[in-house]
């Protein structure tokens, strides 16, 4: 019996026994762990900033742009002592804001000094540490206060996704009233958020398509003057001066900036054909790019500079096309599937391309990767157009106009597809350019 | 085609060639097949130390202490996982559990149907599994002993078909073990007759006196079953404590037990006199062998390992959602923790592979503060026991499938 015993067991014994000397004896086991659901953003309590009216402007700016932001989430805390810190240096009691399901609390101060100017300084804080994750201090003018509750939010954004922030920026637009026969265009700037609202020029003029340089406070754009044809100008918008940038025969339209902020691309039509040229500002020398019997417009560089992606109908159909940024041929086609594509723009990351796409009466913004794959349409409805990047690459902002008696709108819209949120303009409103980050 | 004969050239080398090429033809069609190869059966080679260790399980394991009786001693009926009839024996219907379960060789063979009338079977079970390896029979019976167990006491039939309680006897471990022996009349499910032997349960009191006792005893008695005494010593002492199923190892268990017997033997007699569990002289040895629970995982059950692994994925997925991001997310953020035995956080969780890229910096946060959020993580009962399975864990976090 026992030698049964043995044997049996010796066989059955066999793999498992020979295993066990040489299992490890206390690895930890290694587990696979797939994502347990779509995406969350990111829930932050934003409790009340301490100080005066200005603390309140702050606060409330900041619980704004949270909403706006897609990766993040603005938590409630008035549940918690009615959202009041009373020291926000310390650590707030993070139980309170754990129930509340937030992973991070912001408290803050701000107020007005004895010299006027503002002083602003916030703390974020992780709940499931218990630690302070970030934390920073602005004086600023007392007339920036919301400049300063956008720098907070862009330096959470940032602490918390990784990703460069969008608050502090501007957006130039063009701002349209009156009735349909006599719309009145007038070029307009405006925070991100619809707030400050400023007009640059009076109205005299059609103005179509601004661009906003990459790197100084210049706006480039396009006017109809009653005289002549249409002309490219440059205007500065803290001062308001404005320039023609050139002298050309025929028309020019859909100027950019180079990245670097030197140059300006666009198109200028020559008798049936239209082609691309760039013109240094400095020097005003032109440089053809382009030369061929079809049209090509709306050129954007690529963020590193060495790259153009433009439209152009040489293939037969509105399509989307990149070359090499000195021009000269080589352009290869990037946009294959059925419709027509116009107003393409890199974005600041340089891995996305968006567009406008038109298919069967519908219009849709959509973005593609750079050699052209993973197309993706963002939305669709009629008459979206003119996509423009947010300097994080993450969101963008195009109008749209619903036709009938009202007037466009303008709208932003994450990468992702997944919120689209109306810009507050005072009136209808398109062709909106979305500006850096300003330092 | 006319060839001339003074040049027989062409006609002959085509013959030659014709002749070869009809020759091998044949040739290939007739040669022998080649000798179907014999299936492959994987062997390991274990040597005799191996094979030893292996039945005899660790020294330094906390092994079962089997639940022994005095009486049993003198029945060894050890290496028969099976006849439970041998144990008939149960004169005493003894409740104390204050028997010693050490490893005694007499409980040994017999699988004691004690888990019957264990109520917490269940837990025990996953304590024994490592043994399963030398009953085969067992394990399977162990899952439906625990239900059986209830009735055991009514029906003897129940009992019979558990040979192979030993599984069942696994869960017993804890304290049980003790009661065992008072209990063991009772489950011994073959003997109808002994029905009746199992009702005299003892009183919670007498019980706990009895276990007070029998800790005293196994502490001096049992050097080595070391924590095993604890841990049966801090369990309840319930009354249907079942009974382990004494493994019968063959030959190895006797060295040990003799070296239990002898002690156990005598602070039995000491103490225990009037009342022995006459448990039917099936030892509930907690087979020693194979080590105890806390040993390598190895030696638990692969299912049973993936029942741990899921549970813990279901669990902290919980707090883990996909990332938003346009291109695919390649990094994986690697994250260690550790836990106690209730399941808590022991220090803080910490991220492998750490990246300098803000946004992967950034999704390595999100997963470490992903597992505190979801800590602490509520531990099965029958888990418990393979703690060493489970304290170290490393999750790699990746997106949606």
């Given at each position: 019996m026992t030698l049964n015993l043995t044997r049996r067991a010796a066989v059955s014994l066999i793999a498992g026994g020979a295993l066990a000397p040489f299992a490890p004896a206390r690895a930890a086991r290694v587990l696979d762990l797939h994502a347990g659901g779509g995406f969350q953003p990111i829930a932050v309590a934003v409790t009340n900033f301490v100080g005066d009216d200005a603390a309140r402007t702050v606060t409330s700016v900041v619980n704004n742009n949270f909403k706006r932001s897609v990766f993040l989430k603005p938590v409630d805390a008035s549940s918690v002592a009615g959202g009041e810190i009373a020291n926000p240096d310390q650590t707030p009691n993070l139980d309170a804001f754990r129930a509340l399901n937030a992973q991070f609390v912001l408290t803050g101060r701000s107020q007005r000094g004895g010299d006027g100017r503002l002083k602003t300084d916030f703390r974020l804080f992780d709940v499931t540490t218990g630690e302070q994750a970030a934390g920073s201090q602005f004086v600023t003018d007392a007339a920036n206060t919301r400049r300063v509750a956008h720098l907070v939010s862009d330096a959470v954004f940032t602490r918390i996704t990784g990703e460069k922030g969008f608050f502090d920026t501007r957006v130039v637009f063009v701002d349209e009233s009156g009735s349909k026969d006599h719309r009145r265009k007038r070029l307009a700037i405006m925070d991100q958020d619809g707030a400050n609202v400023r007009y640059l020029t009076r109205g005299d003029d059609l103005v179509v398509t601004p661009r906003f340089s990459p790197s100084s406070q210049d706006v480039t754009y396009m006017a109809m003057t009653n005289e002549g044809d249409p002309k490219v100008f440059l205007i500065n918008v803290e001062s308001g001066q404005r320039e023609a940038v050139g002298n050309f025969p025929g028309m020019s339209f859909s100027p950019r900036f180079s990245p670097d902020g030197q140059k300006i691309v666009m198109s200028l039509s020559e008798g049936s054909e239209t082609n691309l040229y760039t013109m240094e500002l400095r020097s005003r020398t032109t440089t053809r790019l382009t030369d061929t019997a079809a049209i090509d417009t709306s050129p954007c560089y690529s963020p590193d500079g060495s790259q153009i992606v433009f439209e152009s109908d040489r293939g037969g159909s509105q399509q989307i096309y990149v070359m090499g940024a000195h021009g000269g041929g080589g352009a290869k086609r990037i946009s294959f599937g059925g419709g027509r594509y116009s107003t393409p723009v890199w974005s600041p990351k340089g891995d996305y391309i968006a567009f406008t796409k038109q298919n069967a009466g519908s219009f849709g913004i959509g973005v593609m990767k750079t050699d052209g794959s993973g197309e993706r349409i963002l939305t669709e409805g009629f008459h979206n157009e003119g996509p423009t990047w947010a300097p994080n690459g993450l969101f963008l902002m195009f109008f749209r106009d619903s036709g009938g008696a009202g007037g466009p709108k303008i709208f932003m819209v994450d990468v992702f597809g997944r919120s689209e949120f109306p810009a507050p303009t005072p009136g209808y409103a398109s062709d909106p350019a979305w500006g850096p980050l300003q330092d | 085609m006319n060839f001339p004969r003074t040049k027989p050239g062409f006609p002959i080398s085509a013959a030659a060639h014709a002749g070869l090429l009809a020759a091998t033809l044949i040739a290939f069609a007739q040669a022998p097949k080649f000798a179907e190869t014999p299936e492959t059966v994987p062997i390991e080679v274990i040597t005799d130390q191996q094979l030893n260790q292996i039945m005899k399980g660790e020294k330094t394991a906390h092994a079962v202490k089997a639940a022994q009786r005095a009486e049993k001693v003198a029945e060894q009926v050890e290496t028969h996982p099976h006849p439970p009839q041998a144990e008939a024996k149960r004169d005493v219907p003894t409740p104390p559990p204050s028997f010693k379960r050490t490893a005694e060789p007499s409980d040994d063979d017999a699988p004691e149907k004690p888990v019957k009338e264990a109520p917490t079977p269940p837990k025990r079970m996953a304590a024994l599994t490592p043994e399963p390896p030398t009953r085969p029979a067992p394990p399977p019976k162990a899952v439906p002993a625990p239900p059986v167990k209830p009735q055991a006491k009514a029906a003897p039939d129940p009992d019979e078909d558990k040979p192979d309680d030993a599984e069942v006897v696994k869960p017993k471990p804890p304290v049980k073990p003790k009661l065992e022996k008072a209990l063991k009349e009772p489950p011994t499910p073959p003997k109808p007759s002994e029905k009746p032997k199992e009702t005299?349960?003892?009183k919670t009191d007498e019980v706990a006196k009895l276990l007070q006792q029998k800790k005293l005893e196994n502490k001096a008695a049992k050097a080595d079953d070391g924590d095993e005494s604890d841990a049966e010593k801090s369990e309840k002492p319930s009354k249907t404590a079942e009974s382990k199923t004494a493994k019968p190892k063959s030959g190895d268990e006797t060295a040990p037990k003799s070296k239990f017997s002898a002690a156990n033997i005598a602070n039995l007699l000491s103490h225990e006199a009037p009342q022995q569990?006459?448990?039917?002289?099936?030892?509930?040895?907690?087979?020693a062998s194979l080590g105890a629970p806390t040993a390598t995982a190895a030696k638990m059950s692969p299912s049973l390992q993936g029942r741990i692994d899921s549970y813990t994925v279901e669990h902290y997925r919980k707090c883990w959602a996909t990332t938003l991001s346009m291109n695919a997310m390649t990094y994986v953020p690697r994250v260690e923790f550790r836990l106690s035995r209730a399941g808590a956080l022991e220090g803080e969780p910490r991220l492998l592979n750490p990246s300098t890229n803000p946004i992967e910096k950034a999704r390595g946060e999100q997963a470490l503060a992903a597992v505190r959020r979801c800590s602490p993580m509520q531990i099965p009962a029958e888990f418990t026991s393979y703690y060493d399975y489970w304290r170290v864990t490393e999750l790699d976090m990746k997106e949606d499938m």
């Open positions: - | 005299p349960r003892l569990r006459a448990s039917s002289g099936r030892e509930r040895t907690q087979l």
